[in-house]
């Protein structure tokens, strides 16, 4: 399966899925806002949870450009609860994208079939819906949050 992303100004597809705090979270509540979408492989990986932390240490940062920062991977709603303890994540929502298995990664192009796991993928959905900045970071890359905000600023 080739791994490109959907294409920027396409419409994000629609989700709602649980996060660590077994909460439904889904793409519609937050219209209106800016969304990143911050698809990370597995928990439990160092440069995954370095990702999660940066999203969680930037809060106020995504806040003051009208966005929200969701992070996304396969594992399981009891896996993304320890894990987001363990690494001290308890306001940025962790979903679980489990059943059906890597789902949302699919629809938005970057699950990786052979591993079974989504790539390191940010997306950015613009306040009406549609992507409007995305990059597929190399597995062991972690991604840039100032360029994360830097696109937002775009966006």
């Known amino acids: 399966m ?3 992303g ?3 100004g396409t419409r ?7 996060d660590q705090h077994e909460r439904s979270v889904s793409l ?4 209106g806002k800016k969304v990143v979408l911050a698809f990370h492989p597995l928990a439990w990986t160092s440069v995954c949870t370095q990702q999660m932390q940066d999203l969680e240490a930037n809060r106020a940062e995504f806040e003051k450009r009208g966005a929200v920062a969701l992070g996304l991977s396969v594992d399981s709603v009891p896996c993304k609860t320890a894990w987001a303890k363990a ?4 306001e940025t929502s962790i979903l679980a994208d489990f059943w059906p298995h890597g789902g949302v990664a699919i629809a938005y192009g970057i699950f990786r079939e052979r ?5 390191r993928a940010v997306f950015i959905v613009d306040a009406a819906g549609a992507v ?4 597929i970071y190399p597995i062991k890359e972690q991604p840039d949050v100032q360029e994360i905000l830097a696109a937002l600023e775009r966006a």
């Open 12 to 18: 994000a597809p629609e989700f709602a899925l649980q």
């Open 87 to 90: 690494i001290g994540v308890s």
């Open 2 to 4: 080739d791994t490109k």
């Open 28 to 31: 519609a509540e937050f219209s």
């Open 132 to 135: 409007a900045w995305s990059r």
């Open 6 to 8: 959907i294409a920027k």
């Open 115 to 119: 591993n079974g796991f989504s790539e």
